[in-house]
């Protein structure tokens, strides 16, 4: 006679399906919740050693930025903070609310994005967040064209960023348009979400420093709600040379001596302002870019040029008449 074999679950994961299905009672699933092939101090001791290796590469790309000490230290302080804090709670001690919304100010170009992907990253690492993604919008993202329109798309984007960080750039332009402005709407349901999403989701506001100061007086209720505030300077001409440096080794070239003296004269001789000295990698990117189209210009009818030559970028790449200013 044959037997017949009554059907077990063959993992947790599988037995917590069948409870939710209704196939297998809960008293008779415990046998099957532990997984016997497993070596939980092991796995667990694998785990830690991960996520200690994923934390410290984190903080290695951000150290390896240019400029940005007092931003750093900051983020140096938040990942301490949150990795104390789980110590304490998993002996048993009192913690405050974990809520990490942050301010950045700051001219274009001087990192606020970069270090915002940065956090996202640092952020799954270290618990906090369950993807560690960044999700970078503006008002025309958030804000609608009729009535309810604009809490809807608020939500949306709102759901894309769970799990990560929401980038809002340029996030005064959300309070100008005054009280029956669509903004308003948006600001109000940015506000909701936040709480209701505290433990999923990280907030980081951003914009001109002057503009986000009169944002935060013009909305009191949401300046309580970003206890984190980071200022980005504008970058030095050193610093901004060592950005160009930075940028032409990740792409294979090298500025030589010539090329360096030019650049800090064009550096030099840009007005002060968003947008240009003061504004800034963006600049220096465009000028590393617009240098590497250049040597190929120069380079297109000498096939046989060297790596070396290949690599290099000298001054007449980066003057737009093939010759340097006296």
């Known amino acids: 006679m044959q037997h017949l074999t009554t059907p077990r679950p063959s993992s947790p994961e599988e037995a917590l399906r069948w409870i939710e299905e209704g196939r297998i009672a809960p008293p008779q699933a415990v046998p099957y919740l532990h997984d016997p092939g497993r070596t ?11 996520r200690e290796r994923e934390i410290e590469a984190t903080m290695s790309e951000l150290d390896a930025l240019i ?23 998993r002996t048993g001690l009192v913690n405050e609310p974990l809520t990490l919304h942050m301010v ?4 274009p170009g001087t ?34 064209e009729y009535i309810g329109h604009t ?27 005054g009280e029956k402005d669509f903004g308003k709407e948006a600001i109000d349901t940015l506000v909701k979400q936040m709480e209701d999403l505290r433990q999923r989701l990280v907030v980081i506001l951003a914009g ?23 200022t980005f300077p504008d970058y030095t001409v050193d610093e901004l040379v ?35 000295r003061h504004g800034n990698a963006r600049t220096v990117r465009n000028l590393i870019e617009r240098a590497i189209r250049r040597q190929a210009v120069r380079l297109l009818d000498r096939p046989r040029a060297t790596r070396e030559e290949l690599m290099r970028l000298a001054a007449v790449d980066l003057d737009g008449r093939g010759e340097m200013d006296p």
């Open 104 to 107: 950045f100010t700051g001219n």
């Open 242 to 276: 060592a950005i160009a440096h930075q940028m032409a080794q990740q792409r294979d070239y090298r500025l030589d001596a010539s090329a360096e003296q030019r650049l800090r004269q064009l550096l030099t001789r840009l007005p002060p302002g968003p947008g240009d």
């Open 67 to 89: 400029g940005l000490r007092h931003v750093k230290e900051v983020v140096r302080e938040i990942r301490a903070y949150v990795t104390v804090r789980a110590r304490r709670q």
């Open 151 to 177: 809490a809807q798309k608020t939500r949306q984007v709102i759901q894309e960023a769970v799990g990560g960080i929401l980038f809002i750039d340029e996030a005064y332009s959300l309070a100008r348009g």
């Open 208 to 230: 001109y420093r002057q503009e986000m100061a009169w944002f935060l007086q013009a909305n009191p209720g949401l300046r309580s709600r970003f206890p984190l505030h980071l």
């Open 111 to 144: 990192g606020k994005t970069t270090v915002a992907r940065i956090l996202a990253r640092l952020f799954k690492a270290l618990g906090v967040l369950e993807k560690g993604h960044l999700v970078e919008v503006e008002r025309a993202d958030l804000v609608g």
């Open 40 to 50: 939980p101090a092991r796995d667990d001791a694998a785990a830690e050693r991960e």
